[in-house]
């Protein structure tokens, strides 16, 4: 089929490759979100998707205004066969919907109809949830609704970041995505409707909502740093400092602290939260890369009598 790629971040890049590789299928053209600002300059810079493209010899289409009707237009110009989406990070109107015969196809990743939205996979870290997954899926108005044509399955490891899991997720969905084009463009694949229960929303984690709140559960606190980490970063107030907090252990063996104080010892620095303290690991003050928590501690000449807020 005469494919038209639409995507834009580092996680569609797995997909991209595999349908450019491809013998079955021909990546007419890629559609992506324009030159962002990149850098300590702010530079305009392609997105990784475009960055790819062209490497490839790929006409890359980077629309402001993707509904547009001029747009719709090019595209129909185009005659794609199916549109491919993974985290391109724009809605369609019904009009781009129906230029390709087959449709738009996206690679979401979540079990649907869980987590529908924008960050499934810091919801299902967030949660708890022990196995996630990807999920290919006919494109209809409403949000990550349509008729699902497959699913993999993919295990929760307890120290997963949103990075990791979604890193995973990347290349096992690109083989998803695959089968699922070549299933249509063979006619041995028919999409089915979602179930109508279980339906759960996983809308965008916005840099306020990514700030830690010791006075939940310790079990609590650990996942939701580790949903946000790397982006948008989970942080804390450290008297005026505002500070990015890496992943965390829970400490199931250290006396119990009220939530936020801050204790220092000789085996590392911990932070209580509702239940038990939780034992840091990397942090991040303004202005400075990465450190040890004990390295920051010893430099910022912290005690027990410090609180994070």
């Avoid at 299902?124 to 993999?152: C, K, W």
């Avoid at 984690?205 to 790397?230: F, K, N, S, Y």
């Amino acid at each position: 089929m005469r494919i038209i790629f639409a995507g834009t971040p580092e996680p569609a890049l797995p997909s991209l490759q595999r349908l450019i590789d491809s013998a079955h299928h021909e990546v007419i053209a890629v559609i992506t979100r324009p030159d962002a600002a990149a850098g300590r300059r702010g530079t305009p810079a392609p997105s990784p998707v475009a960055r790819l493209a062209l490497d490839a010899g790929i006409p890359v289409l980077r629309p402001p205004r993707p509904n547009a009707p001029e747009f719709v237009a090019e595209l129909t110009e185009l005659a794609p066969d199916c549109c491919a989406v993974v985290a391109y990070g724009a809605l369609l109107s019904e009009a781009l919907l129906a230029v390709p015969a087959h449709g738009w196809i996206n690679l979401h990743f979540s079990l649907l109809p869980a987590w529908r939205g924008a960050a499934p996979v810091q919801a299902a870290i967030a949660a708890g949830d022990a196995v996630t997954g990807a999920t290919t899926f006919l494109i209809e108005p409403s949000l990550d609704s349509g008729p699902v044509y497959g699913v993999v399955t993919e295990t929760v490891r307890p120290t997963d970041t949103a990075a990791d899991l979604l890193d995973r997720l990347a290349t096992s969905g690109a083989g998803l995505l695959e089968a699922t084009l070549d299933g249509i463009a063979d006619a041995t694949l028919t999409a089915l409707p979602q179930s109508a229960d279980g339906v759960s929303l996983a809308p965008k984690i916005t840099v306020e909502q990514a700030r830690v709140d010791w006075g939940l559960p310790a079990h609590v606190v650990e996942r939701r740093i580790r949903a946000v980490t790397p982006n948008p970063g989970a942080w804390t107030m450290v008297g005026d400092l505002r500070v990015k907090v890496g992943p965390v252990i829970v400490d199931e063996q250290a006396d119990p602290l009220e939530p936020g104080a801050i204790a220092v010892d000789r085996s590392g620095v911990r932070v209580g939260t509702g239940t038990r303290p939780v034992l840091l690991g990397q942090l991040q003050p303004p202005g400075k890369k990465l450190m040890n928590a004990a390295d920051w501690a010893r430099g910022a000449r912290l005690d027990d009598a410090v609180v994070a807020s």
